[in-house]
């Protein structure tokens, strides 16, 4: 295999807090991040500007802005700030408010993006999956049809399988070019229905990692998610994503062995969920490679731990490589 002569070029997919917890991670060890965010989102300050305003959600958006910014500075805190007290501004984000600002003043979504990223010296690029108006519609296991991401999640049934409205919404060119032209692609983690598969199904994205001579890596989650993933085990994750694109198209699952203490287990049962079983034998004859690794944060909750996991990911990266 070639040796690197510039810093390795990583596309990550996804949204939600996984997605900015992997980007703290992977800015450690390359500037040339591309992070493809969904645009599904319709609850919180997003759902509010998205509905009153008809912009893009730019919630998982300043999120990844944030996660890739050089340094915790003022700036960073002042992106992250809600309002509390009561009024109209009440549960905004200060950041989602200025990047609306923003993209009124530059005419686009995508500028705006980019002048946000130079006051906080971000680290890599973020784009928005798509620029169309997406809703997030999904055929429940006993048959209903459910629309928008909130829904979706409080409908109380299992999801048989998601699509777009409209279907055939259009990418955003760099993210194709982003991903052809990658050293590495990773998905996840994130809620596997809201925010990894939405991004899957715009127009192009899956032909283009197809086609692109990454590697690509499917990041589990560590917990079950209720409402989405119960009783999934990592297979399970990638059965359903298969399903919905047409073939497999991972070389690595990355899951996680480490110990989770009994405490923040017991937290979890009550949400009604539990650790994603890591089914490496089943992930084996889909014909992918696993990546078994203790991945637990140090955090009272069960996520990522941003160094852990982006030290496997450019560990493998570099396997046979200077």
Request: aromatic letters at 6%; glycine letters at 8%.
């Amino acid at each position: 295999m070639a040796p690197f002569l510039t810093e390795p070029k990583v596309v990550v997919i996804g949204g939600g807090t996984g997605l900015a917890v992997l980007l703290k991670g992977l800015k450690q060890y390359t500037s040339q991040l591309t992070a493809v965010v969904t645009v599904t989102d319709d609850g919180g300050s997003s759902g509010r500007l998205r509905a009153e305003l008809g912009v893009l959600p730019p919630g998982d958006i300043r999120n990844c802005l944030v996660a890739l910014a050089e340094t915790e500075t003022l700036m960073d805190k002042v992106f992250q700030h809600r309002f509390s007290q009561e009024g109209s501004l009440q549960g905004h984000n200060l950041g989602n408010l200025l990047l609306v600002a923003m993209s009124e003043i530059t005419g686009d979504f995508v500028s705006a993006i980019k002048e946000v990223s130079k006051v906080l010296k971000v680290r890599g690029n973020v784009i928005p999956s798509t620029l169309e108006q997406v809703v997030l519609g999904a055929v429940m296991k006993d048959g209903v049809t459910v629309f928008g991401e909130t829904s979706i999640r409080e409908y109380g049934e299992p999801i048989e399988r998601l699509y777009l409205v409209p279907e055939s919404c259009a990418p955003v060119p760099a993210t194709l070019e982003a991903i052809m032209e990658a050293d590495a692609i990773v998905v996840g983690p994130g809620s596997l229905f809201t925010s990894i598969i939405p991004n899957l199904l715009v127009n192009g994205v899956v032909e283009a990692i197809r086609q692109s001579p990454a590697l690509t890596f499917y990041v589990c989650n560590i917990m079950t998610e209720n409402g989405e993933t119960d009783n999934y085990t990592a297979a399970d994750h990638i059965s359903v994503i298969t399903s919905h694109i047409g073939d497999q198209i991972f070389d690595y699952v990355v899951v996680n062995n480490g110990f989770i203490d009994q405490e923040r287990l017991d937290r979890y049962l009550q949400e009604r969920a539990v650790p994603v079983a890591p089914s490496v034998e089943e992930l084996k004859q889909m014909g992918v490679e696993v990546i078994a690794a203790d991945l637990v944060s140090d955090t009272e909750v069960a996520w990522h731990d941003p160094d852990k996991l982006a030290k496997v990911i450019f560990d493998t990266l570099y396997r046979g490589k200077p």
